[in-house]
């Protein structure tokens, strides 16, 4: 399907998931609208790919395939996820409960609402664990506050006890990476986790997120639409247009030298700094076609 | 939906930022303190503040006092007759009077408040579990199963309710149950047309919650659904909870006193600050005998204004958004 890059035709490590031919549609008034359409890629070990695309282009509801999170009335039309050759799509009940948080977390754009306010920060880190292992309430405080002191919060006894509203938009982004990781999964999906952080904050989120990543080898799956990021956090890169990928590669050849003309017009769209113009280069109808119609370049 | 990572399809409502937003130093105040304080004894502490929620608070108390320890303390059971000193009026032996058997007023009083708020707190601890089981599941769940749950509760919601009631007692007093179990009859009959409303409003609390990024979260991290539901769900309902369960207590009373005012709910024996009202239906009574039915009005009045401003005030604290 999609242009199979040179760094694809190098790297075969084993998967850690597989995404194939991923369909995802919408009930709309008299038919459907396929959101995701006919997707693969695949998340090898210790690797970060980033997923860019516009608002609309089908990058959160990829990410939430990957745990069999999309509501209704959406619908997963074909394709697999395989964890461990097993697809995910397929699991029902407990066996999915044990994918999601144990093998695969996941962070969210809002982190001042990603945790429920009626709860401190504590009990919900303890009871994730609890969910997952079979740990004694001791062991599982314990490791709960290490958690908090591995994603830089200081004083972890004291934010145990804290409500989310007692806590900062930047701190409690890294509580909910602690909750995520607590129970080591393997993949993190980090869906806009910076979106809604001041700059600082942003950067200090990235720092953390990489250091995790090199502490505890998992894989990350990140997605935005700020290409900034993903040039710094990213190995290899999905970029997607109306629920096509569009072009994947690797983050140096995607900047350098894009390949099909939407990631190339989505580059020129960039403000850059020290450069003054009167009006930002948009992204003409002509590529959008190009890039909805799913043909690569 | 757009795929662009907006994952907050609803401004889902945040109960706790009421009781919160006011203290934003009071993590910092409270530990430098020592103790931490709940949010739960935050607000309460917060509550009590109000000179309206204090004071309601303390002629709650003084009822409950009133009704349960009361009885033990006047000296009489409330069934001896006396007939020489039938229609007494109060004196210092009965401070409010004898009534038409020569029983004492005063512990016949206390005794329909126990029976009057009993069924008052039982029939709402009913309503509010039917309300909020069925609330959350149909809100939860949504499709066919919320369908079938808010079409029965709005059955039951377009029939005005104290009719509904009096057509049911009329059918359950032609059974011929005896006295006590008419109690629970009326606790029942209750809680079957108190339960629609409170399921509504939870459910759409719900309906909004469950779109929260929180609970999203939850179902991220491999939690059950009941989990979610019951766990996670049901104490971001709860102050909204309290406050219509405070609320419904008093309509409880009230109609349950209607019901037994007109003779179809607990019945003599028995007494009730309702069927002790119907007093003032006889003429002589009303013009004579004032004893008989101004203190049960007088309870009742007391009761319900308490109830209800208690209510309004528990209100102000967990959900500021519904302040007029």
Known sequence: MSAVTAEEALGREEALVRVEELTVRFPVEGGHRTVVDDVSFEVRPGEVLGIVGESGSGKSITSLSLLNLVDDPGEIVSGRVLLDGKDVLKMRGTALQRVRGADIGMIFQEPMRSLNPVFTIGKQLIETIRAHEDVKPADAYDRSVDWLRRVGLPNPERVMRSYPHEMSGGMLQRAMIAVALCCRPRLLIADEPTTALDVTIQAQIIDLLLDLRDETGMAMLFITHDLGVIAEVADSVLVMYGGHVVERGDVFSLFDDPQHPYTDALLKARPMPGQRLDRLPTISDEVRRIAAAGVTA | ?324
């Open chain 2, 1 to 324: 939906m757009s795929g662009g990572g907006e994952l907050i399809v609803s401004q889902a409502v945040d109960p706790e930022i009421g009781p919160g937003q006011p203290h934003p130093d009071a993590g910092a105040r409270s530990a430098r303190g020592g103790r931490r304080r709940s949010l739960w004894g935050e607000s309460f502490a917060r509550l009590l503040r109000m000179p309206a929620a204090s004071i309601s608070l303390a002629a709650l108390v003084f009822m409950l006092l009133f009704s349960f320890v009361g009885p033990l303390l006047t000296g009489y059971t409330g069934d001896e007759l006396n007939l020489p000193i039938a229609n007494h009026i109060p004196t210092m032996d009965h401070p409010l009077g004898t009534d038409e058997y020569g029983r004492d007023v005063l512990t016949r009083l206390m005794l329909a408040g126990r029976i009057s708020l009993t069924i008052g707190i039982a029939s709402m601890l009913l309503s509010l579990l039917l309300g909020a089981v069925l609330g959350i599941i149909a809100g939860y769940y949504g499709g066919i199963v919320d369908s079938i749950i808010m079409r029965v509760a709005d059955l039951l919601m377009s029939i005005p309710g104290l009719p509904l009631l009096i057509v049911m007692a009329a059918v359950l007093s032609e059974l011929k149950v005896d006295p006590s179990s008419r109690i629970y009859i009326v606790m029942l009959l209750l809680s079957a047309i108190g339960w629609p409303s409170l399921a509504r409003l939870i459910r759409g609390q719900v309906l909004s919650l469950r779109e929260a990024p929180y609970m999203k979260a939850a179902e991220v991290l491999g939690l059950s659904a009941a989990s979610r539901q019951f766990r996670h769900l049901l104490p971001n309902v709860m102050p909204l909870l309290i406050v219509v369960a405070t609320l419904s207590t008093a309509s409880g009373v009230l109609s349950e006193s209607a019901l037994s005012f007109l003779g179809l709910g607990v019945v003599p024996p028995n007494a009730s600050w309702g069927n002790m009202i119907s007093a003032a239906n006889n003429l002589i009574d009303f013009q004579q005998h004032w004893w008989l039915w101004v203190p049960p009005g007088v309870a009742l009045l007391i009761t319900i204004a308490a109830i209800n401003v208690f209510g309004d005030r528990l209100r102000d604290v967990f959900d500021p958004r519904m302040r007029k």
